[in-house]
């Protein structure tokens, strides 16, 4: 009969445990090495894991999912000693036939019992949960093989997820050491190096992101101002194309938003009274408005675009996007420009498209002269890090990380603030093409709120 310590002893055997030296993923040195992936060779050792779990899961049980993909063989094996149905989550939606994200058969309000092979941050798991409860699904426990015991199991537990795993890190060095697994010299190293790397972590916790209270230029601080209000970062992309299609959206989602990203210019049936509409819809709900034009010509061009033609710019975006392609000089054009309710520039340096011309190159130069400037506030971009007070604003948002036929990324609120230190989410198609657009709204404000980004 398998017993918890043969278990172990069987990962160190086929090598899904390993002790050396080895570099992971963060660079961090580590004499312990674990990779559960190869246990979908070794059917018995499912089956054994499988058992090993039994007697954690409730009998209410209705589904069981496995987060991708490394937990997907292990559910399966749970599934079939169990009887229990299962569900399969996809990293990526389909792009064709019902662009599925969650594969079986299933009901809202099922009950799921979710398998994680190993747990660190949380941040995969939290994924995966957002996603599944979109579904209508309930997550009722989460399973996980090994906790390594770095903070992830208590930030699941503080947001009331009953979270339970087979071993942590400390409980699986003990139980090697006792059987003789390992030697005693190994042992101490992993030891110490867990307790270290505890520290870093505790640490990193101390220093948690958060959104800035207070900016230099006026429409940042009212864009800061809303934020805290709402407890929301999240800006809406508004690619539609007809007037009422926009301000029907707008009148939906506009008291949980920031701001609305527009583009005007692709705008069909674009009038005057529109502008109006729009500015009232605004004041009502209380967002801000943001042009994303994307100028990029020379400083006195730019300055007609913004002002002039028959959209009027100036009279009412808060904020608009340019590139700075043309240089340091076209920033001052608009900086010197006498206008006292010019709206303020957020530039372009990086974009969420695959194969995008913003190299480290590009982006280092603008970094160098745009923070000079008061009218700038801050710069789209996704892994670049800003200096103070620059403000980051991400696109490419999705409750999903994955991408779509015509080359964009996505990725997750979660991912943006807590790794790349993101201050405001940019989150187009999640939201506009949703059938419910104020829901969905509230499953990517629920992502955001989790992260503590708001104090």
């Not at 043969?6 to 390993?18: A, G, P, R, Y």
Request: aromatic residues 8%; negative net charge; glycine residues 6%.
């Amino acid at each position: 009969m398998v017993t918890y310590s043969s278990f172990l002893s069987s990962l160190v055997d086929i090598e899904c445990i390993k002790f050396g030296n080895f570099t992971l993923k963060s660079g961090q040195q580590s004499p312990i090495y674990i990779d559960l992936r190869e246990l979908v060779s070794y059917p018995n050792l499912l089956q054994d894991l499988a058992i090993l779990f039994q007697e954690k899961i409730p009998n209410n049980i209705d589904r069981v999912c496995g987060v991708p993909y490394a937990a997907l063989p292990m559910a399966t094996a749970i599934s079939l000693h169990n009887h229990l149905p299962m569900l399969i989550k996809r990293k990526e939606a389909k792009s064709y036939g019902g662009k599925k994200i969650i594969e079986g058969k299933f009901n809202k309000g099922d009950k799921i019992i979710l398998i994680e092979d190993v747990i660190t941050s949380g941040i995969s798991l939290e994924e995966t949960i957002v996603e599944l409860e979109t579904e209508g699904l309930v997550i009722e426990k989460i399973l996980v093989v090994l906790n390594r015991e770095q903070g992830g199991v208590e930030k699941l537990q503080q947001k009331g997820y009953n979270v339970e795993a087979l071993f942590s890190m400390s409980s699986l060095m003990q139980v090697l050491h006792q059987e003789n697994k390992i030697e005693e010299n190994v042992y101490q190293s992993v030891i110490n190096f867990l307790a270290a790397s505890q520290i870093v972590s505790s640490k990193k916790n101390e220093e948690h992101f958060h959104l800035p209270v207070t900016h230099k230029n006026h429409k940042a601080q009212q864009l800061l101002d809303i934020a805290h209000a709402k407890k929301s970062s999240i800006i809406a992309s508004v690619d539609l194309t007809t007037t009422q299609a926009i301000l029907d959206f707008l009148d939906k989602i506009g008291k949980n938003i920031c701001a609305a990203k527009l583009h005007i210019d692709i705008v069909s049936d674009f009038t005057e009274q529109f502008i109006t509409d729009l500015k009232n819809l605004s004041q009502q709900h209380n967002f801000m408005l943001i042009e994303d034009r994307k100028f990029a010509d020379i400083g006195n061009t730019q300055l007609l675009q913004i002002s002039k033609g028959i959209h009027h710019i100036s009279s009412w975006a808060d904020f608009v996007t340019i590139h700075v392609i043309a240089g340091e000089a076209s920033l001052k054009a608009i900086e010197d420009w006498n206008e006292e309710n010019k709206p303020a520039l957020i530039p372009i340096l990086e974009m969420s498209s695959k194969g995008a011309l913003t190299d480290a190159h590009y982006i280092a130069k603008c970094k160098e002269f745009i923070g000079k400037y008061n009218c700038v506030v801050g710069a789209v971009c996704q892994s670049t890090k800003l200096d103070n007070p620059l403000l980051k604003f991400t696109p490419g948002i999705h409750l999903s990380a994955s991408g779509d036929s015509k080359g964009q990324q996505f990725n997750t609120p979660q991912f943006a603030i807590e790794k790349q230190h993101s201050h405001f989410l940019i989150i187009g198609r999640g939201l506009y093409e949703a059938e419910h657009p104020e829901i969905a709204l509230q499953n990517y404000l629920s992502a955001v709120q989790s992260t503590g980004v708001f104090g």
